[in-house]
């Protein structure tokens, strides 16, 4: 079944430690992108990457960090989390090629991270 | 402000009735694309729609696009308690010769049994 899959679904930690949530697709999408959801602010994207090994800013990347290694993995890591990072975080992979979004995203299930 | 912004915020509907929701956009657009939230959960994508097209359907969807107007309408018809979820239109745009997509903030659909 194609899919974005997102580990863990639900995440308590505390402040300063750091944590990583990964995504995996198994689509062959050369397309991956983090976006965090607030209540009153949409979603907004983190990073994405348009393909292994290029990665690039979103609207929100101050705190967060990603890795391109492979084509189906784009980890979200958290150096140092603070309690603002508390949010709905959602990985999305795409067929778009290049830096065109005419292709739909598949999203992951969703990862709930709260930080103390 | 929001590139694209859903009206309304929130609707309840019976079952059984159409449910409409719009989105506004400021900008010129490449394609304006749906998708559905249920609660909690990652979005789906429900349609594409290009900025030279007018009209799309899928199943009891119907999407249009004004660009005149910069507005995008989507139509469920003959609503189902399934539907009840979040639904959210997201605009393409072009920036500095790459694109760029922006989601709106969603419209909360409950229906009614």
């Known amino acids: 079944e194609a899919q974005v899959t997102q580990n863990p679904r639900y995440l308590i930690t505390v402040t300063g430690k750091k944590l990583t949530v990964t995504c995996s697709q198994n689509?062959?999408?050369?397309?991956m992108s983090w976006y965090r959801q607030d209540p009153g602010l949409g979603l907004r994207q983190i990073y994405y990457?348009?393909?292994?090994?290029?990665?690039d800013k979103g609207d929100v990347p101050e705190g967060y960090k990603v890795s391109r290694k492979e084509k189906r993995n784009f980890p979200l890591i958290l150096e140092s989390p603070s309690p603002n990072q508390t949010s709905l975080y959602f990985c999305a992979s795409s067929l778009a090629r290049g830096r065109s979004y005419n292709s739909p995203l598949h999203f992951g299930n969703g990862t709930r991270l709260t930080v103390t | 402000s929001q590139q694209g912004e859903e009206d309304p915020q929130a609707l309840s509907i019976q079952e059984g009735e159409n449910a409409t929701m719009n989105c506004s956009y400021k900008t010129s657009i490449n394609n304006l694309q749906w998708y559905r939230q249920n609660s909690g959960r990652g979005l789906v994508h429900l349609i594409l729609?290009?900025?030279?097209?007018r009209e799309k359907h899928s199943g009891r969807l119907r999407v249009t696009l004004d660009t005149s107007k910069k507005s995008s309408s989507l139509l469920i018809t003959a609503s189902r308690a399934a539907d009840t979820a979040s639904y959210f239109c997201?605009?393409?745009?072009?920036?500095?010769?790459?694109?760029?997509?922006?989601f709106g903030t969603g419209t909360r659909l409950t229906i009614i049994p």
């Open positions: 689509m062959n999408h050369e397309y």
């Open positions: 997201a605009t393409v745009i072009s920036n500095f010769g790459n694109e760029k997509l922006t």
């Open positions: 729609i290009r900025s030279n097209e």
């Open positions: 990457s348009m393909n292994v090994e290029v990665t």
